[in-house]
């Protein structure tokens, strides 16, 4: 069976021009290197960190605080991190790593993840 990175990486890498790079010890995922989304280990679990619109960080950390949370570093702009080592949704990781990419993505590749849902 996948662990948590494996799946989450898959779901990046099947995004439009994505590709991996590793950062500060960690798989980051980027288009034209711009990171939208990095797996994270640095407290002892495992989480992917995203780019969220605003105002949906303090709503997903307020209504599930034991799956989302305020990233150190990068919550201030916004971002949301998802613990993934706990049987996450895997639907809802991948709702959040598209829309973090479409976020990041130049508007032509934002467009092509949008049209094909």
Known sequence: MEGPVEQLRSICLKLPDAHEKEAWGDPTFRVKDKIFAMAKFGDGR???????????????????????????????????????????????????VRRSYMMIAPGRLARLVEKNG
């Open 46 to 96: 495992t989480s992917v960190w995203c780019k969220a619109p605003e105002g949906s960080q303090a709503m997903l950390v307020e209504a599930d605080p034991n799956t989302f949370f305020v990233p150190p570093y990068v919550g201030a702009k916004g971002w949301v991190g998802m613990r993934l080592d706990s049987a996450p949704d895997w639907a809802d990781v991948e709702k959040l």
